[in-house]
């Protein structure tokens, strides 16, 4: 498995990237002086500076996130049709951004874990 590499001005073109998407989902929505999901970037020192417990459960959802999206690029490049986890990537960067506790972080990475899981059966059956 291959990871790919990122440089300042590929992690600087993938910003302008999703910027560009968010304009087109939801138009002069980031004229809006109100921060909020749709028009702020996220904060990483609001990470950084999180309960070291809370913290370690992002990360965990961070690198499990890191961690699928290669698996499922690789075996899309090999010709492998896997599961499809937008909403799952979705609901966990979600929960990331939000001021969440043990109790309510949890469940998400439990999900992500059920269904990492099958991804990877599924992409290990369908290369046997």
């Known amino acids: 498995m291959k990871n790919v590499p990122f440089n300042e001005a590929d992690i600087r073109n993938l910003i302008d990237e999703i910027h560009a998407e968010k304009d087109m989902l939801v138009p002069r929505c980031s004229e809006c002086a109100s921060p909020c999901g749709r028009n702020d970037d996220f ?16 990360v965990l959802l961070l690198f499990g996130i890191r961690g699928l999206a290669t698996l499922i690029y690789n075996a899309g490049i090999n010709g492998v049709s896997v599961c499809v986890a937008d909403e799952l990537f979705a609901k966990a960067l979600f929960a ?3 001021d969440w506790g043990t109790k309510e972080l949890q469940p998400v990475i439990f999900e992500f874990a059920e269904v990492s899981s099958s991804c990877v059966k599924a992409i290990e059956t369908a290369t046997e």
């Open 43 to 58: 904060d990483m020192n609001k990470l950084q500076n999180a309960d070291p417990e809370i913290r370690s459960l992002k």
């Open 96 to 98: 990331i951004g939000e």
